[in-house]
């Protein structure tokens, strides 16, 4: 395998690998499995507060023998701690969680449309200028709130992590993020795995010896500033879903891909947090 250090994307300083390993969900052996994963080749490691996942991730981490200063290390602060007080306790519970002394990347991780942004964005920046997070950014906000975020944070947003995939299209979220100089970080990047069965993609795959997965994958990462973070529990998918940078797919074959969008699926969609979500026109 490739170095996957060399499949990179950067955005206001910082340097995100194009797939990180997603770690929502996991079972009764995270740890093992974020350590294979790093060992495998993965720099980028997505957690958030609200996984429970974070104490796992940090042991993962110290087992994979590989040193902190290679990983990129993303977690997210609950729109339970948009508060000034609670987000920057909720920033230091993680670090301490997580066995370290900052993360690469903080995220608020579902908007909070009872606190002003200017609040917890205040607060982002602040864990920032700390030392707590090198970079910062959001998930889950739509373009109203990804422009009113922009304009109210001090500091650069380097990300918006959304799900993406190629049954929900996201083409404005794209247009905005470009504008701001943003990388769209993929979420549910294979529709947890209702992607896998397509003919479309089953077809692409056979036609270039590899899997659907790594064609979901590789449809995302070869659009300009798109990164994902796939979850795998078993060993083989987590190491095929790096296993990405030595095929492209065809100008026709990224079409026929994204010409799946018309199913429209959404799949992360909690109704006590979610927003309302821009809804995209796919078109006759
Ligand atoms: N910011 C947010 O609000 C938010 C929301 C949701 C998710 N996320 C992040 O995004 C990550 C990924 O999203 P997700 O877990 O919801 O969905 P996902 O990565 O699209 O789907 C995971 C599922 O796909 C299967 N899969 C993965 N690779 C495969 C492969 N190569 N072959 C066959 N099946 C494969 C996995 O099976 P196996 O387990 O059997 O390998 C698992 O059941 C999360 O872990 C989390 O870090 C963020």
Not at 15 to 44: D, F, N
Not at 179 to 203: H, N, Q, W
């Amino acid at each position: 395998m490739q170095s996957p250090k060399a499949f990179t994307i950067t955005a206001h300083g910082a340097t995100l690998p194009a797939i990180g390993y997603g770690t929502m969900l996991l079972p009764e052996r995270p740890a093992e499995l974020v350590a294979h994963a790093i060992r495998s080749g993965y720099r980028a490691i997505d957690t958030a507060r609200k996984y429970g996942t974070e104490e796992r991730v940090g042991e993962g981490i110290r087992a994979s023998g590989i040193a902190r200063g290679e990983l990129f290390v993303t977690t997210k602060v609950t729109e339970d701690n948009a508060r000034e007080a609670d987000f920057m306790r909720s920033v230091e519970t993680s670090l301490k969680t997580l066995g370290l002394d900052y993360v690469d990347l903080l995220l608020v991780h579902w908007p909070q449309p009872k606190v002003p942004f200017a609040e917890t964005l205040g607060a982002l920046v602040k864990a920032k200028r700390g030392g707590f997070a090198r970079h910062i950014g959001v998930s889950n906000f739509t373009l109203a709130m990804l422009d009113e975020a922009v304009h109210v944070c001090p500091e650069p947003l380097v990300t918006n992590q959304i799900e993406y995939h190629a049954y929900l299209p996201q083409d404005r979220m794209i247009a905005a993020l470009k504008k701001y100089g943003m990388i769209l970080t993929a979420y549910c990047p294979v529709a947890r795995g209702e992607l896998l069965t397509d003919p479309v993609i089953v077809a692409i795959a056979k036609a270039h010896g590899k899997t659907e997965a790594q064609v979901a994958l590789r449809w995302l990462i070869q659009q300009p500033m798109v990164a994902a973070v796939p979850r795998a529990l078993t060993e083989a998918h987590i190491e095929q879903n790096l296993d990405i940078f030595d095929f492209s797919l065809t100008e026709t074959e990224m079409r026929d891909v994204s010409a799946l969008r018309t199913r429209k699926l959404r799949i992360a969609d909690p109704p006590e947090r979610a927003p309302k979500w821009d809804d995209e026109d796919v078109g006759a």
